[in-house]
Nanobody, 125 residues
Framework: QVQLVQSGGGSVQAGGSLRLSCAAS????????MGWFRRPPGKEREAVAM??????IYADSVKGRFTISTDNAKNILYLQMNSLTPEDTDMYYC????????????????????WGQGTQVTVSA
């Protein structure tokens, strides 16, 4: 089993920055796909960014503003969010799959087996 514990988030004014963290423990592995998701009101769950051993993938809405990264030694996933707008307000969830090398399929069908508890990000105008 894998446990994902999120931290970070909070409230910030438009144009500000926040960093989310997701600490993984349990049955982790060196090969993985990990990602960040949000669910805008009235919309489907949205993949914000994913990372595997070879690539980073970003939603068009966050390209150039958000950066996903990992500290493999500490098993921590990060999401650095810059130039935040009120449209980024949402609950953010991290997810991990340690049985795969690539995120390509999971970007299309995000059936991750492991999810964090969620953390709120609020951006005021």
């Amino acid at each position: 089993q894998v446990q994902l514990v999120q931290s970070g988030g909070g409230s910030v004014q438009a144009g500000g920055s926040l960093r989310l963290s997701c600490a993984a423990s349990g049955s982790t592995a060196r090969t993985y796909c990990m990602g960040w998701f949000r669910r805008p009101p009235g919309k489907e769950r949205e993949a914000v960014a994913m990372i595997d051993n070879n690539q980073e993938i970003y939603a068009d809405s966050v390209k150039g503003r958000f950066t996903i990264s990992t500290d493999n030694a500490k098993n921590i996933l990060y999401l650095q969010m810059n130039s935040l707008t009120p449209e980024d307000t949402d609950m953010y969830y991290c997810a991990a799959d340690y049985t795969t090398y690539y995120c390509d399929r999971l970007w299309l069908w995000p059936d991750f087996p492991n999810w964090g508890q969620g953390t709120q990000v609020t951006v005021s105008a």
